[in-house]
């Protein structure tokens, strides 16, 4: 869809279309016990010393590097956890449409969403234990870091498309760099309760065990679906708004 045609009602839809992505990338990663050396400081050393830190910082830097080059960071929605020194794209520049108002791209929060992830969200949905595959642990953390960025970052499109629906409602807050005005006037309670449902839901679905004999393994799932509920509820949501308020103080720069 062209942007300049984006609605508060498609980008909603892109954030339940975003959910699958999230709850797929979490019942990956539950495959996985915690398998704490993928985030323990020193894992990774070698002899030449260009990287020492923990195996998941190496595996999504690398990533970003080869993903640089192939020109993903070139994209608005796109936001890097490792920004410096990226290399550059190899590849032709593509015209994005000039959607966002362009102080939008100083704002990135994926140093508190990594953080949010590693220290408290994992935690929340995987076992304890250590079965020695951390490469694999780190590749699943990846994708969920990457679903998880896409969606809370989505929050700069949300906040666009709600100034352009009302304006004059959102101006005086920013002027006075009200945030908590600004965060009542962006929030839907009754949008949030229906995602919180609708997420449980999902994960009941996408995470039951299929069996082919009539009494299959009814009520077991492979992430809890109250929990996915109350990472969006209590994290996911929150971060969204974070950003959206974040773009909006700065929307009229
Ligand atoms: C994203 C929106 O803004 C807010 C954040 C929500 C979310 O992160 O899902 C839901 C409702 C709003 O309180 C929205 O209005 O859809």
Known sequence: MAKNSLTLESVRHSLIR?????IFSLIERAHFPINSPTYSPSHVSNSTHTFSGPLLRFVVKENEALLAKAGKYANP?????????????????YNFPEFLHPPAASININKDIWDAYVNKLLQLFVAPGDDGNYASTAASDLVCLQALSRRIHYGKLVAEVKFRESPQE????????????????????????????????KAMM?????????????????VDPSVVSRLYG?????????????YLLRRLD
């Open 18 to 22: 975003q959910e699958d992505s999230i």
């Open 77 to 93: 929605e796109e936001h890097p956890f490792f920004p410096e020194d990226l290399p550059p794209s190899v590849v032709p520049p």
């Open 170 to 201: 959102y101006e005086p807050a920013i002027r006075a760099k009200d945030r908590d005005t600004l965060m009542k006037l962006l929030t839907f309670e009754k949008v949030e309760e229906a995602v919180m449902k609708r997420v449980a839901k």
């Open 206 to 222: 996408f995470g039951q065990e299929v069996t082919l004999n009539k009494d299959g393994d009814h009520g077991k799932y492979k």
């Open 234 to 246: 209590d994290w996911i949501m929150p971060l969204t708004k974070h950003v959206e308020v974040e």
